[in-house]
C-alpha cells in the first residue's frame, strides 16, 4: 500500500492531525468531552494508521515493541505513584487535596497526572494489540 | 404519558439483548458468537444511560447558561464499561486465534467433535 | 435503525460484513447516546467500538478465516429461549421510572452534590472527568489495570517464540 501516492500523501497530511487531536482531547477533557480513554484510543488508531499505510516494520521501527510494552506498564505504574504521592503526603491513597497548598489546585494536579497515566497505558494497550494480531500471520 | 412512550427506551434495550443474545446461542461461529455479545453489552449501555437523560436539560457540562443537566453518574459508570468490553472482546479474540491455530476451524460443532474424536483416541 | 442493522448481523454468513456491520452499528449508537446527552460516552463509544473494535475484529479475521458455517439444526430452541427471556425483562421493565421523570432515584441521591459542588470542590467543569478521576478515582484505578491485564493477557496468548512456529503446538 505504500506505493499508492494518494494513500501516502493523505496519510501524511493526517496523522499529525490526529495525534494534536488526540491531545487536545487529552488536555480539554476538564472542559468539554474527551479525557484519557478517548485520547489514548485515537493516538493508537493514528499509529495504527500509519502502519496500515506504511507497513508493519515501518510502525515497529517507529514505536518499537520495547517503547509499547514499557508504556503499557508506564501508565499504570504513573496512576499508583499519584495515589502514593496522596499517602506520602499526609492524605489518603489518592487524596488530590494535599498535593498542592491550594487544594483545588492540588486536585488539578491530580487529575492532569491521572488522566496521563490513562492516556499511556490505554494507547500501549490498543497499539500492542495490534501488534500482536498483525504481526502472527496465517498459519492455515 | 401512555406506558409506550415513557418505556419505549427500556424495549428498545430488551430488544437489542435478546438480539446479542440469540447471536451468542444460536451461531457456532465464535468470531460471531464475540460480536454478539459486544452488542449484549451495547445494549446494557443504553439501559444506564437512557434514565438519566432529562428532557430540556443538556451534557453534564457545568456553565452559567445552563441550568439543568443530565444525569452524569451513569455516564461515569458506562465510559468504565466501555473500556472493559473492548479489553474483553480483544482477550476473546486471542483465545480465537489461538483455538483456529489447535483446531482448525473456528465452529463450535467442528470443535467439538474434534475434541470428541481427540477423547476416544486417548 | 439500529434494530434493522442487528438483524442484518443475525443473518448474515459472510464474516466481513458482518464486522462492517458492527461498526455501522457502534456509529448509531454512538448518535443515540448524543441524542441521550451523554458526549462523552458516546466519544468514547465511537472511538472505542467502531474504531478499535473493528481494528481487532479485522485482525482476527484475517487469521481465521471468513466465512460463517450453516446454522445449526433446532434453530427454534434458541429463538424460544431467547423470546421468554425478552418477554420477562420487558416484565420486569415495566416497574421502572418512566423515561425522564426528574424525581426517579436516579436523580436524589449523590448526583445533586456531584453537580452542586464539582466546580468548587475540584474546579473541573465537566462533571464526568471530575467523578471520574477525582470522586471515583479509585474505580478509574482499577479500570486502567484491567486494561493493562488485558494487554498482558494478549501479549502471553499470542506470543510466540521466534522460528518455532510450525513445531510448538
Redesign the interface.
Known amino acids: 500500500m505504500k506505493r499508492e501516492p494518494v494513500l501516502r500523501v493523505v496519510g501524511k497530511l493526517l496523522i499529525p492531525y490526529m495525534l494534536m487531536f488526540a491531545l487536545y482531547v487529552q488536555f480539554h477533557g476538564d472542559?468539554?468531552?474527551g479525557g484519557g480513554?478517548q485520547a489514548g484510543v485515537i493516538t493508537a488508531a493514528a499509529i495504527i494508521f500509519y502502519a496500515l499505510i506504511f507497513g508493519l516494520p515501518a510502525a515497529r521501527r517507529l514505536v518499537p515493541d520495547a517503547v509499547v510494552e514499557t508504556m503499557v506498564a508506564l501508565g499504570a505504574f504513573l496512576y499508583m505513584a499519584v495515589g502514593f504521592a496522596g499517602l506520602l503526603l499526609g492524605g489518603n491513597f489518592l487524596d488530590y487535596f494535599v498535593l498542592d497548598r491550594d487544594p483545588v489546585a492540588g486536585q488539578h494536579r491530580g487529575i492532569f497526572w491521572v488522566e496521563i497515566g490513562v492516556l499511556i497505558t490505554?494507547s500501549g494497550?490498543m497499539l500492542k494489540?495490534f501488534y500482536?494480531?498483525a504481526g502472527?500471520g496465517r498459519?492455515? | 404519558?401512555s406506558?409506550f412512550?415513557?418505556?419505549?427506551?427500556?424495549?428498545?434495550?430488551?430488544?437489542?439483548?435478546?438480539?446479542?443474545?440469540?447471536?451468542v446461542?444460536?451461531?457456532?461461529?465464535l468470531?460471531?458468537k464475540?460480536?454478539?455479545l459486544?452488542?449484549f453489552q451495547?445494549s446494557v449501555?443504553?439501559l444506564y444511560?437512557?434514565?438519566?437523560?432529562?428532557?430540556g436539560?443538556?451534557?453534564?457540562?457545568?456553565?452559567a447558561a445552563f441550568k439543568v443537566?443530565?444525569?452524569?453518574?451513569?455516564?461515569?459508570l458506562?465510559?468504565?464499561a466501555?473500556?472493559?468490553?473492548?479489553?474483553?472482546?480483544?482477550?476473546g479474540?486471542?483465545?480465537?486465534?489461538?483455538i483456529?491455530?489447535?483446531y482448525?476451524s473456528?465452529?463450535e460443532?467442528?470443535i467439538v467433535a474434534a475434541d470428541a474424536g481427540r477423547g476416544e483416541r486417548e | 435503525m439500529?434494530?434493522a442493522t442487528?438483524?442484518a448481523?443475525?443473518v448474515q454468513r459472510n464474516?466481513f460484513s458482518?464486522?462492517v456491520l458492527?461498526g455501522v452499528?457502534?456509529f448509531l449508537?454512538a448518535t443515540?447516546?448524543v441524542a441521550?446527552?451523554?458526549?462523552?460516552?458516546a466519544m468514547?463509544?465511537a472511538s472505542?467500538?467502531a474504531g478499535?473494535?473493528t481494528v481487532?475484529?479485522l485482525?482476527?479475521?484475517y487469521?481465521?478465516?471468513g466465512e460463517?458455517?450453516k446454522?445449526?439444526q433446532r434453530?427454534w430452541l434458541?429463538?424460544a429461549?431467547?423470546?421468554v427471556?425478552?418477554g420477562a425483562?420487558?416484565y420486569g421493565?415495566?416497574g421502572?421510572?418512566?423515561?425522564?421523570?426528574?424525581l426517579?432515584p436516579?436523580?436524589t441521591h449523590?448526583?445533586p452534590r456531584?453537580?452542586g459542588q464539582?466546580?468548587a470542590e475540584t474546579g473541573v467543569?465537566?462533571?464526568?472527568t471530575a467523578?471520574?478521576a477525582s470522586y471515583?478515582g479509585y474505580?478509574?484505578l482499577g479500570?486502567t489495570v484491567?486494561?493493562f491485564?488485558?494487554g498482558i493477557?494478549?501479549i502471553a496468548?499470542?506470543r510466540r517464540a521466534r522460528r518455532a512456529s510450525k513445531g510448538a503446538?
Open positions: 472542559y468539554g468531552p480513554f490505554v494497550v494489540i500482536m494480531f502472527r498459519e492455515g | 404519558m406506558a412512550a415513557s418505556h419505549y427506551t427500556y424495549w428498545i434495550t430488551v430488544l437489542l439483548m435478546a438480539a446479542g443474545l440469540y447471536i446461542i444460536a451461531r457456532g461461529n468470531v460471531k464475540l460480536i454478539g459486544s452488542i451495547t449501555y443504553l444511560i437512557a434514565p438519566g437523560k432529562l428532557i436539560g443538556t451534557a453534564p457540562i457545568l456553565s443537566y443530565s444525569n452524569p453518574l451513569p455516564h461515569v458506562i465510559l468504565t466501555i473500556v472493559v468490553g473492548i479489553a474483553t472482546l480483544a482477550l479474540l486471542a483465545i480465537v486465534v489461538r483456529r491455530e489447535a482448525g473456528i465452529e460443532d467442528e | 439500529m434494530a442487528v438483524f448481523i443475525i464474516l458482518v464486522v458492527a452499528y457502534s449508537m443515540v447516546l441521550l446527552d451523554a458526549v462523552d460516552v468514547t463509544e472505542v467500538g478499535i473494535s481487532l475484529l485482525g482476527a479475521l487469521l481465521c478465516g460463517e458455517a446454522p445449526m434453530a434458541p429463538l429461549v431467547t423470546l427471556i425478552a425483562l420487558v421493565t415495566l421502572l421510572p418512566a423515561f425522564s421523570d426528574p426517579a436516579i436523580h449523590v448526583v456531584y453537580l464539582a466546580l467543569p465537566n462533571v464526568v467523578v471520574l471515583r474505580d478509574t479500570e484491567v486494561v491485564t488485558a493477557g494478549v496468548l499470542l503446538e
